[in-house]
């Protein structure tokens, strides 16, 4: 129901800025919790940020509170993720993911997802 590609990643250096793009299908897009999940090589899907269908609500995980920004415009079917102050920790491929909750960081309540942007950050 949802199609979802993400768009923006790099190779960057620590302390350097990103700015990850994800572009909804037309449709509902309005009516979907929109979230970020990243993945590393070797290791577990991990929650990121996101945020809510209404009133716009952010939730972020504490590795990248007060770094990364999550925000959305339901009319132009678009979520992005603005990183700041890059660590190599943030290194992995970075997810757009579309939920029908009302807010949530669980991927399990995530029905909806792209192909995955691969974020790099350099030593």
């Known amino acids: 129901q949802v199609q979802l590609v993400e768009s923006g990643g790099g190779l960057v250096q620590a302390g350097d800025s990103l700015n990850l793009s994800c572009a909804a299908s037309r449709g509902t897009f309005g009516t979907y919790a929109m979230g970020w999940f990243r993945q590393a090589p070797g290791k577990e899907r991990e929650f990121v940020a996101a945020v809510s269908w209404t009133h716009y609500s952010t939730y972020y995980a504490d590795s990248v509170k007060g770094r990364f920004t999550i925000s959305r415009d339901n009319a132009k079917n678009t979520v992005w993720l603005q990183m700041t102050s890059l660590k190599p920790e943030d290194t992995a491929v970075y997810y757009c993911?579309?939920?029908?909750?009302?807010?949530?960081?669980?991927?399990?309540?995530?029905?909806?997802w792209g192909q995955g942007t691969q974020v790099t950050v350099s030593s």
């Open positions: 993911a579309a939920s029908q909750r009302l807010i949530s960081n669980n991927y399990a309540e995530y029905a909806y």
